[in-house]
């Protein structure tokens, strides 16, 4: 008797042992799926909002895109429709600029900045010519060009369009026509100032001449 009781519990035993980790395995794989379909929403979920981002951001794009070709279109035009009166302001209305910005025909004095993304020392000073250049442009009476010695206008206007520049760019080929432009003497960076009818006023290297513009331009006599 007392033996078929121990060969019992001996029996109930193993079938324990036996079914345990059966069930535990079970339950294992139930986890891991819940636990699987709960990221799998959560990445559909991200996803989705992943998707309403991009769209929005085209969306931006595009309008920014059609802001600056309306922009450009009315620049053009107001640029075309002026009349120009000196040699300089002529030969600037003959002359093909990159981005939208256009020159002030019309002005006294032009600043001409040498410059190429692939020189260091001009991207360098490139922040104190946009300085410069707001205060020229704000006297009404000087303007402000830029010369580019860039490969190409892409690379040209990639360039200047990141570090934010509002003025008038023009490519060596274009702006080497200039009445009164300066020999390449000095690589860039560079500049030389002329007045309306193209005698020029100096030219050098960049930063001094720069930090006399005033001097050589609305207080010269």
Known sequence: MIRS???AGLMLTC???????????AETSATKQEKKKKLSSKEKKEAAKAKREAAKAKKKEAKAKKEAAAKAKKAQAAFEGTEA????GQALKKMEFVGTARPNVNAEFYFVVRSSS???HCVKLLPDVLAAYEEMRATGRVELLYESFDNS????EEHLSKQGATFPVAMRAQLGNLPGAAPILVPPPAAYVVDAQGKRLAS???AP???DW?????DKQ
């Open 15 to 25: 079938s324990v042992s036996l079914t345990m980790p059966q069930v535990w395995a």
């Open 209 to 211: 001449v720069l930090a």
């Open 153 to 156: 206008e892409t690379t040209a």
């Open 214 to 218: 005033r001097k050589l331009t609305l």
């Open 118 to 120: 692939t020189c260091p």
């Open 5 to 7: 009781l121990l060969r």
């Open 85 to 88: 009166t000196t040699p300089v």
């Open 204 to 206: 050098g290297p960049l």
